[in-house]
């Protein structure tokens, strides 16, 4: 695990262009597309400039069915940003990736926004990390 002591978030994340991503203006429907095209759950909903306004996972939406009274074909043309959380834990890609496990632990969290002054540049996905790690066991 020696690994873990000097690694930066950084060194890890999967980058920007890779990142499953939509804009404030994009529909639940839509959001939900690039969700399952990646394959990882969550995506991130950002502004023109890269800023990072909110996230959505599979789980909140699958609470948001649960919980809130509304046929479910009408969830699929609501703004993405009425269901995202909009102020989602992130990290910074300078952080040690211990301190970002650590929070990903406590907060039973799989993804980390990764953002640098408000800008999106990636995302910390627990896979990924755990992928690495055991590349690097021994």
Request: net charge neutral; proline share 4%; glycine share 6%.
């Amino acid at each position: 695990m020696s690994i873990l002591i000097n690694t930066k978030v950084k060194d890890v994340m999967i980058f920007y262009d890779y990142v499953p991503k939509v804009t404030r203006e994009t529909i639940l429907k839509e959001a939900l597309e690039e969700m399952g095209r990646t394959r990882l759950g969550i995506v991130c909903v950002i502004d023109q400039s890269k800023k990072l306004l909110g996230i959505i996972t599979d789980g909140d939406i699958r609470r948001k069915l649960l919980n809130v009274q509304k046929p479910f074909s009408a969830f699929f043309v609501d703004d993405v940003l009425d269901h995202s959380i909009k102020s989602p834990y992130i990290i910074k890609p300078e952080d040690a990736l211990m301190r970002a496990l650590d929070v990903m632990e406590e907060r039973q969290i799989w993804d980390l926004p990764v953002v640098d002054n408000g800008t999106l540049i990636g995302l910390l996905h627990l896979h990924r990390v755990v992928k690495i790690l055991m590349e690097n066991k021994g």
